[in-house]
């Protein structure tokens, strides 16, 4: 995305930080960065745990987001997970992964989505992480693909760009 975005869009600002395993400073950081940024030109893109926090900065800055396979209830999926891990990009370093972080997604969550702002949800059934069922639930107010099979990941990411450029006006 970011190589597509790069050379056939060089006026759009990309920006994608490595985010802190914290989510209080994920989202600080994300807040921080986007503070003087346009808002009707400004859009966001996540991922499983990225997804959960494009569709909190969608909701409380009303600007629109891309969601691929969203996390709903990160505090409960993420509370089995305790301890350290590899990093997905680079599994030679590694994250710990804190009790705290599990009470930081909590205040996240127990916050109210003060607005409805437009959003495109990416949903695999194939999903072998997340509930795909909860995604959809909870994103149903705005568009959705739903995907028969695929995975996680997203593996044919591909497939779905030209339904994302058009949702980003992009296309």
């Given at each position: 995305m970011a190589k597509l975005v790069q050379s056939q869009h060089p006026e759009v600002t990309w920006w994608c930080p490595q985010l802190p395993a914290s989510p209080a400073q994920a989202m600080a950081l994300l807040l921080e960065g986007t503070a003087a940024w346009p808002l009707e030109q400004?859009?966001?893109?996540?991922?499983?745990?990225?997804?959960?926090?494009?569709?909190?900065?969608?909701a409380h800055m009303g600007i629109s987001a891309v969601l691929i396979n969203p996390a709903v209830n990160p505090s409960r999926d993420l509370a089995r997970y305790i301890?350290?891990?590899?990093?997905?990009?680079?599994?030679?370093?590694?994250?710990?992964?804190?009790?705290?972080?599990?009470?930081?997604?909590?205040?996240?969550?127990?916050q109210p989505l003060p607005t409805r702002p437009a959003t495109l949800a990416l949903i695999a059934k194939g999903d072998e992480v997340l509930d795909w069922r909860e995604m959809?639930?909870?994103?149903?107010?705005?568009?959705?693909?739903?995907i028969e099979g695929s995975d996680h990941a997203l593996s044919d990411f591909d497939d779905h760009l030209p339904q994302i450029l058009e949702f980003l006006r992009l296309a």
């Amino acid at each position: 995305m970011a190589k597509l975005v790069q050379s056939q869009h060089p006026e759009v600002t990309w920006w994608c930080p490595q985010l802190p395993a914290s989510p209080a400073q994920a989202m600080a950081l994300l807040l921080e960065g986007t503070a003087a940024w346009p808002l009707e030109q400004m859009a966001v893109m996540g991922s499983s745990l990225g997804g959960f926090y494009a569709a909190w900065l969608s909701a409380h800055m009303g600007i629109s987001a891309v969601l691929i396979n969203p996390a709903v209830n990160p505090s409960r999926d993420l509370a089995r997970y305790i301890g350290e891990h590899p990093v997905w990009q680079d599994p030679s370093q590694s994250i710990f992964f804190e009790l705290a972080y599990v009470q930081e997604l909590q205040v996240l969550e127990s916050q109210p989505l003060p607005t409805r702002p437009a959003t495109l949800a990416l949903i695999a059934k194939g999903d072998e992480v997340l509930d795909w069922r909860e995604m959809l639930a909870r994103h149903q107010a705005g568009q959705v693909r739903l995907i028969e099979g695929s995975d996680h990941a997203l593996s044919d990411f591909d497939d779905h760009l030209p339904q994302i450029l058009e949702f980003l006006r992009l296309a």
